[in-house]
């Protein structure tokens, strides 16, 4: 992805580190900037309110970057800057040698999350970007302990297991006290029982559904009395199928996912199995939600532009008291990648693998197939019931009214589907060939379109 | 499926209220429910399921599409130029009067905004071209097809109305007469004195009935102004000599120079704050000739006496001038200002608004050269034709070695701050003013002088710089 000023915008993690960014960008308050064209990299040191300049570096490659400022937002102000005065010209920035506090980060980057580095090598004097690159061997280790660190693990699962099984019968139990004693009362009281049955899940390791329970209550309050007590049977019916379907084969990575945890990125890097599709991806859609447990989760959207699953979601969380975080991704945007699936019957949720930089000619978008424009989200319920919505691509359509609520309907006037976020007039006054949204059965979440004023973002 | 739908909507009642549903499940359900190690929970997994696959909800009332968007005359602003235009939203604050002059500066290069990107509330003072989007979601014919007349009158906003009198003014000044007159009557105070201000367009002798006819029965006392001033303008005798005696004694007649002795006329120092509030009333009431009768001068030999260098006085009598003044005292009134010294560029603008476009652009250099602290006048003076200012021009304009000064300055001392906001706000009027060569020349001259290319502030010169004028490739 090129470092442009609507990349550098869309990393801004609000209105007022753009604004203050845009205060550092003089050169005066740069002592230093310098670039590795070959190593992707740029970095600066910029004078700060304490005797030591702020150190700033980032990757022009993918983006990521690092400041030693106490700010508690990333990217801070200083990166913002040092991208942007580098967007703009970077002619100031010399080339030259990557200095030791670039090459530790980055080190420090590449070896994240993935086998212990060696702190012996590791804090000798003389580091460069090619060590820091070089993948540190494995410490060879005990038999003996490995043997008992296997043996305490193979506990440790079972023990897992055991838990998870007894926090499932819980909740079954749980969903059947709630119908027994009227589902009136569960929703005049849902946000104390969904907290509770939560807690319990979160002992038995369930952490999963454990989100999704304490997630109930703030799903169902802003829906009407009807559509409430929908949604709360919907919901409950689905956690049932899920909870049967997981009971009955624990292995399985999809439904051990959606109960417990994910699987870690480097696992899906390592297994062999996993879909990878390199294809063209168009970014469609961001949603940013902020949990009851303090967590964000912000999910990517992607429209596959050529073979493959129509969609990818990119997934991750971050703590919410750290601010909203960048996105890596500008809206709209078109690149080449290499995509891994985490395993599952429709493959959806992937982390984002070889990424090569885009060309500069936009792709279409691929037709909307079959006459239905759910009869993909139909299929997905029959190979996996327990998902609740899914991403469709829809034909050409036009907004409508009935009475208070705004419909997609086709083209042909065939289908017709209720929309849960009201676009601005303006845009609702706009013909669409074709858009993508979020189905859940009940409701149209519009990401994204394409219109007779060309590609319009209906939810960023 | 209606059987199936009503056995759900059962169950769905009875779990609602508490207990077993399995008895209100359909016959070939309760079958299979028999084999579930609980049923209750077997019965809730179909019925979440079924909601969503075997049925789907219908509109409660029949779909409405919504009004196309209508498409402009204009193209929108090319792809690759959007970014930097969204850039100066988000990062500057824009006045309601800055977004539609960039409104503007882009119609004169011949494009209008993306609605994605920005979508104008208010019409009235933006380009004509934005008229088919005013309102466009609650009329059901699209007028631009349509010609202004006494049948379509009401198919017309009012603001469409407005430009499409002024441009009837232009090539039929009786039939837009006619038709104001026809159709003023009907509408609201506000609403007429627009219209009638369209009169102002090529106003000759055979409005004077109409004009007289308003002074002596409309029922706003605005517009009755309005119309006394028109006629003022026609050289129609007012009835205001007791006032405008009034006014000239507030003024003095005398002489200047040892061998040319040329007759001036300067406002007299005045004690009080009344005295001078009363002066400023007569000054919105009286018109050129009345003033210029009771100095027993004829208007043009006032104008020709004016003694500029009081800015207060000085913007009074040009505002005179430009409210009542015929067409040639107009002309002259700039002349003066435009050659006079100690005459302040701040007075220019009512004169300049009653000038055509090319009237405009005639004195806009002498404009440039004259004004000291700003380009309020010099922009006010390109209304219609943005963007147009060559280099030459610019680098005659001794605001801009303010300017130069002011950057430099903050360059060097990052805590000069206080000059930030003019900064910010001369390189938004340059952006509008300057043709693509001259803005170019302008950011090189300020990135030498010490800013920084990613300031915000030269975002628009950038636009500027980038946006071929009628080229959207």
């Known amino acids: 992805m090129p470092l442009d000023h609507d990349a550098i915008t869309a990393l801004a993690p609000d209105q007022a580190s753009l604004k203050a960014a845009n205060g550092l960008t003089k050169a005066k308050k740069w002592p230093l900037r310098a670039q590795s064209e070959a190593d992707h990299l740029v970095w600066g040191e910029c004078q700060g309110s304490g005797a030591n300049p702020y150190r700033t570096v980032f990757d022009t490659a993918n983006h990521s970057y690092k400041c030693t400022c106490p700010s508690r937002k990333f990217p801070c102000k200083h990166v913002l800057a040092l991208m942007w005065m580098f967007a703009d010209d970077p002619s100031p920035f010399q080339p030259d040698a990557v200095p030791d506090w670039v090459s530790d980060w980055l080190g420090r980057r590449r070896t994240t999350g993935s086998k212990p580095a060696d702190s012996a090598d590791k804090s000798a004097v003389g580091k460069s970007l090619d060590e820091a690159r070089v993948e540190t061997p494995d410490k060879l280790t005990d038999p003996k302990v490995e043997a008992r660190r296997q043996a305490a693990a193979e506990k440790r699962a079972k023990d897992t297991e055991a838990a998870l099984f007894a926090a499932t019968e819980d909740l079954q139990q749980w969903i059947s006290d709630q119908l027994r004693t009227g589902l009136a009362g569960f929703l005049h009281d849902m946000t104390d029982r969904c907290r509770s049955i939560a807690a319990r899940l979160v002992d038995g390791k369930a952490q999963a559904l454990a989100g999704r329970l304490d997630e109930l209550p703030a799903k169902l309050m802003p829906l009407n009395a009807e559509e409430r007590l929908e949604t709360a049977l919907l919901e409950l019916g689905k956690i049932v199928i899920l909870t049967k379907a997981w009971r009955k084969n624990p292995s399985d990575p999809e439904l051990r996912r959606s109960v417990a945890t994910s699987e870690t990125r480097e696992s899906l890097f390592e297994n062999p199995a996993v879909l990878r599709v390199s294809s063209h991806w168009e970014v469609i859609g961001e949603e940013i939600v902020t949990r009851r447990d303090g967590m964000v989760s912000q999910a990517t959207w992607l429209l596959n532009l050529g073979e493959g699953p129509d969609f990818a979601v990119l997934l991750d969380f971050f703590q919410a008291s750290l601010g909203r975080r960048s996105s890596a991704f500008v809206m709209g945007e078109q690149f080449e990648a290499e995509l891994h699936f985490y395993p599952a019957r429709m493959p959806l949720r992937a982390i984002l693998g070889e990424r090569k930089p885009g060309g500069s000619e936009k792709i279409v978008w691929p037709s909307a197939n079959g006459s239905d424009p759910l009869t993909p989200f139909l299929d997905a319920q029959d190979a996996a019931p327990w998902l609740t919505r899914g991403p469709i691509l829809l034909p050409a359509g036009r907004f409508c009214r009935a009475g208070t609520d705004i419909w997609w309907q086709s083209a042909d006037g065939q289908h017709a589907l209720r929309i849960v976020n009201t676009p601005p007039a303006h845009v609702a006054g706009m013909q669409l060939s074709s858009s993508v949204g979020l189905w859940d059965g009940k409701r149209l979440s519009l990401l994204g379109a394409q219109s007779n004023w060309g590609r319009i973002q209906l939810h960023d | ?473």
């Open chain 2, 1 to 473: 499926m209606t059987e199936l739908s009503q056995s759900l909507e059962k169950i769905k009642s009875r779990w609602m209220v508490g207990g077993s549903a399995a008895e209100q499940a359909p016959p070939e359900l309760r079958v299979c429910l028999g084999g579930a190690d609980d049923p209750e929970l077997a019965l809730l997994a179909i019925t979440a399921q079924a909601g969503i696959v075997a049925f789907r909800s219908a509109p409660s009332a029949e779909l409405t599409p919504y009004a196309a968007l209508p498409e402009l005359p204009l193209p929108t602003l090319p792809e690759q130029h959007r970014s930097i235009f969204r850039r100066i939203f988000a990062l500057q604050k824009i006045s309601n009067e800055q977004s539609n002059l960039l409104l503007h500066f882009l119609a004169s290069r011949g494009y209008v905004t993306h609605p994605a990107d920005f979508m104008p509330s208010r019409f009235d003072d933006l380009p004509a071209c934005y008229g088919p989007w005013n309102g466009w979601d609650e009329r059901e014919a699209v007028v631009s097809n349509l010609e202004l007349s006494e049948e379509a009158w009401d198919h017309f906003l009012p603001g469409e109305r407005v430009n499409a009198l002024f441009d009837m003014r232009r090539q039929d000044a009786g039939k837009a007469r006619s038709l104001i007159e026809a159709k003023a009557e009907q509408l609201p105070a506000e609403q007429r004195l627009r219209v009638i201000q369209c009169l102002g367009q090529n106003l000759s002798q055979g409005d004077i009935p109409f004009l007289e006819k308003l002074v002596g029965s409309d029922r706003s006392q605005k517009v009755q102004a309005l119309a006394t001033a028109f006629l003022a303008r026609l050289g129609r005798n007012l009835d205001e000599a007791e006032n405008a005696q009034e006014l000239a004694d507030f003024h003095q007649a005398g002489k200047k120079g040892l061998i040319n002795r040329k007759t001036i006329v300067s406002a007299r120092k005045l004690k009080t704050a009344a005295q001078r509030a009363r002066r400023s009333e007569l000054y919105e009431i009286v018109s050129l000739p009345g003033l210029a009768a009771a100095l027993q001068m004829d208007p043009d030999a006032l104008i020709a006496s004016w003694q500029f260098g009081e800015d207060v006085m000085d913007a009074s009598f040009c505002g005179l001038v430009a409210r009542t003044g015929s067409d040639g005292q107009l002309s002259a009134c700039v002349d003066r200002v435009l050659s006079e010294k100690s005459a302040a560029a701040d007075t220019l603008p009512p004169l300049l608004e009653r000038l055509s476009a090319e009237d405009r652009k005639r004195h806009l250099p002498k404009i440039l050269a004259k004004e000291e602290h700003g380009f309020d006048t010099a922009l006010s003076c390109m209304h219609g034709y943005l963007g147009t200012i060559g280099t030459a021009d610019l680098e005659k304009a001794p605001f801009l070695t303010e300017l130069l000064a002011a950057i430099r300055a903050q360059a060097d001392d990052e805590k000069k701050t206080g000059q930030t906001a003019l900064i910010q706000e001369a390189l938004f009027q340059l952006g509008l003013m300057a043709d693509p060569v001259a803005a170019q020349a302008s950011i090189n001259t300020f990135l030498t002088a010490g800013m920084s290319r990613a300031d915000a502030a030269l975002l628009i010169l950038q636009l500027n710089a980038a946006l071929t004028p009628g080229d959207p490739s």
